[in-house]
């Protein structure tokens, strides 16, 4: 919606100087300990499946019950994502930190924790107002 984009811009993403900026973390399920080697891979086969793109089927379909049953919550069954959550969507072909297997790898096991600053202080509430609107225009993160 607009207002959730304008709050994006005038509140930034994970920014430590405003108590009203979006919080979410993709969590580092390898560094943790949450999963091994072979199930990170695996998942990862499964999340290059989504759009289209794996090479190995088996390890696909192993990775589907890896992300069954640590994916979901967040990226949703079909791997559509949960803007709110800052969960992008796994099915297209927009990437921001690559979309190949070892990216997707890297991704996984260490985690995303990307920060976006407050504009608030920076910028005129006319202009955050303008780029609202042009965000919004560009469709926003809709389909």
Not at 61 to 83: I, K, L, P, T, Y
């Amino acid at each position: 919606t607009l207002d959730d984009i304008h709050t994006t811009l005038a509140h930034g993403i994970r920014w430590d100087s405003d108590d009203d900026t979006r919080l979410n973390i993709m969590m580092a399920y390898g560094r943790d300990g949450i999963l091994n080697r072979s199930e990170i891979s695996d998942v990862s086969e499964y999340v290059l499946s989504l759009s289209g793109r794996a090479g190995d089927q088996e390890a696909a379909a192993r990775g589907s019950e890896v992300f069954a049953s640590q994916c979901v919550a967040c990226h949703g069954e079909d791997g559509a994502g949960n803007q709110e959550l800052g969960a992008p969507n796994l099915t297209d072909a927009i990437w921001l930190y690559g979309g190949d297997k070892q990216a997707i790898v890297e991704t996984v096991s260490n985690g995303r924790s990307g920060v976006m600053p407050a504009w608030n202080e920076r910028l005129s509430e006319g202009t955050i107002n303008s780029l609202t609107l042009f965000v919004y225009s560009l469709g926003g993160g809709e389909k």
